[in-house]
């Protein structure tokens, strides 16, 4: 078997607050942008690894505060999504971008399928091994579960600015979804996108679809611009603005 980690290598994945009392699970499949020591840096330089095609720019630190704000079980993924993307379905192009934007990933090209595999089995594989045990232990002990999926999005795509300063993605509309677009545009300083900038499909998306949609769990996931997340100012204030906007839509579900 290919043991793509070193035994002095950092953990795919983190666990915050596994036992937290709040009924909002968080995870954020993008959070980190590490590359496995054996496979270099994938042939590109700091300036391209450090750009949003390699991770979530803000989301980790928004993630954890949030878990603090909510006293919320969080589980981060810390590799580069351009080593594996945890947030896509194995077979699909993306898993593994040979292209991320326009940038070419030339440690991704001519993997064999034993490549791919390894990368699976010391990334994919335990980040969501981690999320579907925090997700069985809570169903096992008769707890109540909302997951909200985190990510951030780069202001600018292929030379088109966005406007959207934070999204809420759904695949199909769920009263967590529809409560969080009404709370977030009653802000009144916000410009907020029903699936903007992306949409999510059961063909290409991955945590929402399986740990969602798969287990009948009110789900939503989330957006949020990197340019607003960038420092850890920033990040603070989202954390806070989502932690209250997620327990009113909380309250408003347990109402409803």
């Not at 042939?43 to 919320?72: C, F, K, N, P, Y």
């Not at 925090?134 to 997951?147: C, M, P, S, V």
Request: charged fraction near 30%; include cysteine; charge should be negative.
């Amino acid at each position: 078997m290919n043991h793509l980690l070193a035994p002095d290598e950092s953990a795919p994945v983190r666990v915050l607050r596994s036992e937290g009392a709040s009924d909002f699970v968080l995870a954020a499949d993008h959070a980190g942008r590490l590359i496995p020591r054996a496979l270099g840096d994938l042939g590109l330089d700091e300036t391209e690894r450090g750009r949003h095609i390699a991770w979530d720019i803000g989301i980790a630190g928004v993630t954890e505060t949030l878990s603090g704000v909510l006293d919320a079980a969080a589980v981060l993924q810390a590799y580069s999504r351009l080593v594996i993307d945890c947030n896509r379905a194995l077979h699909h192009p993306t898993s593994i971008p040979r292209i991320s934007e326009l940038t070419a990933i030339p440690g991704n090209e001519s993997l064999s399928l034993e490549d791919r595999a390894a990368r699976r089995r010391a990334i994919f594989d335990p980040y969501h091994t981690a999320i579907a045990e925090l997700l069985d232990r809570r169903r096992e002990a008769g707890r109540r579960t909302i997951l909200v999926a985190m990510h951030s999005f780069t202001p600018v795509f292929k030379s088109v600015a966005r406007k959207v300063e934070i999204g809420v993605l759904f695949h199909h509309e769920t009263p967590l979804s529809r409560l969080m677009l009404e709370l977030l545009r009653a802000e009144g300083d916000l410009v907020v996108g029903a699936n903007e900038p992306y949409a999510i499909t059961d063909d290409s998306d991955y945590t929402v679809p399986v740990h969602g949609e798969g287990r009948g769990l009110e789900h939503v996931e989330i957006e949020i611009r990197q340019d607003l997340i960038a420092d850890s100012a920033g990040q603070e204030r989202w954390a806070e603005r989502m932690g209250r906007l997620l327990r009113e839509a909380d309250r408003r579900l347990s109402r409803a």
